[in-house]
């Protein structure tokens, strides 16, 4: 079996514009607030002609904590789906009480899509913007890149590649690719 490349996208902050109140991002709660970043599709068809797996993984504790609907989350996920390439998006839609098991910072959506794709995790990467993020990657030696939106909680991680966004970020990732 082919051992795959992939690039795993935290969503919010990353591939949309989230809210920010008092420096700290909160997911949108409205299908009509769903503003996905100008670049993302330009970044994303590069990696994609490069070779690389495409996925999303994200923590959505407003749907567990009754702020949405699911199924107002799952149109914001189809106009990512019909935008970009994604092989699976992976989705905790637990509140942060319930203690699940696929929450970020836990590395169950990464092992799953490794056992699902034949990922290789030294050669793939994980862009978000939340130390959690950064965690999550760490955990299972994935390449981390930080979009730092100089959020009140970042605190410092010297294992982690930082970036302004995700134009920056695709130019890291591609650069290691053709080294």
């Known amino acids: ?15 949309n514009r989230p809210f920010i109140r008092n420096k700290k991002p909160y997911a949108p709660l409205k299908f009509e607030d769903f503003y996905i970043y100008k670049d993302v599709e330009s970044c994303v068809k590069k990696l994609v002609i490069n070779n690389f797996l ?3 993984i994200t923590n959505q504790p407003d749907v567990g904590n009754g702020l949405i609907k699911k199924s107002e989350l799952l149109k914001m996920h189809a ?11 992976y989705t905790c839609t637990h509140s942060q009480d319930d203690l699940c098991e696929c929450r970020k910072p836990n590395p169950f959506f990464l092992l799953e899509a490794k056992k699902c794709y034949n990922i290789c995790f030294k050669r793939s990467y994980f862009v978000g913007d939340r ?14 890149i930080f979009i730092d939106r100089k959020y009140k909680e970042t605190p410092h991680m010297d294992y982690v590649h930082f970036v302004k966004g995700i134009k920056e970020a695709t130019k890291y990732i591609l650069r290691g690719k053709n080294d």
Not at 79 to 89: A, C, D, H, R, S
Not at 132 to 143: A, E, F, H, I, R
């Open 1 to 15: 079996m082919v051992i795959k490349e992939a690039v795993f996208f935290d969503r919010d902050g990353v591939l």
């Open 54 to 56: 495409i996925f999303v």
């Open 79 to 89: 106009k990512l789906n019909n935008l970009i390439k994604i092989e699976k998006i």
């Open 131 to 144: 130390y959690s993020d950064m965690l999550t990657s760490k955990q299972v030696n994935c390449n981390s």
